[in-house]
């Protein structure tokens, strides 16, 4: 596999069509590929979506794996020792894999499958789903890596880590997107206290928080220096930033990144 890998030779299956799998499915629909195509062990569901993406849903995990050169694994960490009980067998030599799976290392899973395989593991977020994803890919191998970024590529950006920072990149943009919309749930509530009422409230504080951050994106200025222009010497957003910090604002956010990094490794055990 090299950097210009011609995607119209690969086949490509996806192994559970949760929300994650099923937001790189349609994603990947816009692909060159030879063939794409999912498995999932619920079957309604697996109707369901085959029905709404015009994709094919393969009816056995053996025959997925047996027929496609590129495996996702887009199930929980949780299942990995089941599936791989069942069907570690029937993995082709020279299979790419590219896992979703939280905290699951390379190595477990190179551990478990009986032929060479080349493994790429990914952290996805849920803007994914709208192609706003922000993607990271850990690969020791950079043909597989080359790949693995023109799959993931149609649903978000790419960064490329060293594997000893996927447990962090997992409690950072992996989890992150839920830290905002807990943010903006509580955000909406604070502004209901002050009078608003639900919908006011809401379009309030979505459009402030898109607001900002289409501003940090563009302006080219560093958070610190756009919250210093808002923040006037004795003024209200002054007033509001320092009652957070006494309340540990900061604190609270470093220790939840933290929990979640923590999480992350022990899933891996």
């Not at 943009?173 to 749930?185: L, N």
């Not at 302006?219 to 509001?240: D, I, K, N």
Request: hydrophobic share 45%; proline share 4%; charged share 20%.
């Amino acid at each position: 596999m090299e950097r210009g890998t011609d995607l119209s030779k690969k086949s490509v299956v996806v192994i559970g069509a949760g929300n994650m799998g099923s937001a790189l499915l349609m994603g990947m629909k816009g692909l060159p590929l030879a063939r794409l195509s999912f498995v999932e062990a619920d079957s309604g569901k697996a109707a369901a979506f085959a029905a709404k993406s015009g994709l094919s849903a393969i009816p056995t995990l053996r025959q997925a794996l047996l027929e496609h050169d590129i495996v996702v694994l887009a199930v929980k960490p949780q299942a990995f020792p089941a599936l791989m009980a069942s069907s570690a067998t029937d993995f082709r030599a020279g299979t790419l894999i590219l896992s979703i799976m939280a905290g699951l290392r390379t190595e477990t899973i190179r551990s478990a499958i009986p032929v060479p395989v080349s493994i790429v593991r990914a952290m996805p977020n849920t803007p994914a789903l709208v192609g706003q994803g922000m993607i990271a890919l850990s690969a020791t191998e950079d043909e597989a890596f080359y790949l693995a970024e023109q799959l993931f590529r149609c649903v978000g950006q790419i960064l490329r880590i060293n594997e000893t920072l996927m447990d962090s990149v997992t409690a950072v943009s992996g989890s992150g997107p839920a830290y905002f919309f807990a943010f903006i749930e509580h955000f909406i509530t604070a502004a209901r206290e002050q009078g608003f009422d639900e919908e006011a409230a809401g379009r309030l504080v979505i459009q402030t928080v898109k607001g900002a951050l289409i501003l940090l994106e563009k302006s080219g200025e560093t958070p610190e220096s756009l919250r210093c222009q808002v923040t006037s010497p004795g003024g209200t957003t002054e007033a509001a930033l320092k009652r957070m910090d006494v309340l540990g604002f900061r604190r609270l956010l470093s220790e939840g990144v933290a929990a979640a990094t923590a999480r992350a490794r022990e899933l891996g055990q």
